[in-house]
């Protein structure tokens, strides 16, 4: 029971790359949902999905794309990194239904030098 | 504006003693409230929510926590700390209808001395 599962777990860019962070879940979850987490802010939202082919912006989401071509995939999409992005990102999933926790994965530290 | 307010940035306690880490809430509406922990170098894990009913909610690992309506405010307990309850804490917050988005407050770094 793998849960939700996130590529990779380290990430090195330059400033101007893109990248895409993986993030898949095998417990058909209808929402998924990409956070950041820095030091002393908590975590904040970037983008959301309530299920495929749809998705919304959260609280941060200049210089991120998302898709959901699938319930299992949710791919974030770093268009042309910054050094703002360095961050860690977690994937996270849960049931359409009131009240439902979400599941998170285990992260992926990026760093943009 | 909605918002979740973690006021310590770290608690101190030792081991067998009683713990509390505190969170406060600002939403519009009944909310979903939901505390989460993280070890390092790990996604976030559920404790604990509540949604109605009892004000006292029960978790994993021996957690609890009060919801208090008049005081905005949903308190994490524990009746006697252990050492491996050392992590970060985090106290969320979800307004029905809000298609599944958690407001997270900044988080409680407790540490558990024996």
């Known amino acids: 029971n793998a849960g939700v599962t996130q590529t990779p777990k380290f990430q090195v860019l330059k400033t101007g790359q893109s990248m895409t962070l993986q993030c898949a879940q095998d417990m058909n979850h209808e929402y998924m949902s990409w956070y950041r987490q820095d030091p002393g802010m908590g975590l904040r939202l970037i983008h959301y999905?309530?299920?495929?082919?749809?998705?919304d912006q959260g609280e941060v989401p200049n210089g991120y794309n998302v898709s959901r071509s699938t319930t299992e995939d949710f791919p974030l999409r770093l268009l042309s990194a910054a050094p703002s992005q360095t961050s860690v990102y977690f994937c996270a999933s849960s049931r359409r239904v009131e009240g439902s926790p979400l599941h998170f994965g285990n992260g992926t530290r990026l760093t943009v030098t | 504006a909605q918002s979740v307010a973690q006021p310590e940035d770290q608690v101190n306690v030792a081991e067998g003693n009683p713990l509390t880490v505190k969170c406060t809430y600002s939403?519009?509406?009944?909310?979903?409230l939901f505390w989460y922990v993280q070890y390092p170098n790990r996604g976030l894990q559920f404790l604990l929510k509540?949604?109605?009913?009892?004000?006292l909610v029960k978790g994993s690992y021996g957690f609890e926590a009060e919801f208090n309506k008049s005081q905005t405010s949903f308190h994490l307990k524990k009746p006697s700390a252990l050492v491996s309850d050392s992590a970060l804490y985090f106290c969320?917050?979800?307004?029905?209808?809000?298609?599944?988005?958690?407001?997270f407050g900044k988080g409680t770094k407790l540490s558990v001395k024996p």
């Open positions: 969320a917050v979800r307004t029905p209808g809000s298609q599944g988005n958690l407001i």
């Open positions: 939403v519009s509406g009944n909310p979903y």
């Open positions: 509540y949604i109605t009913g009892d004000n």
């Open positions: 999905s309530v299920g495929a082919g749809i998705t």
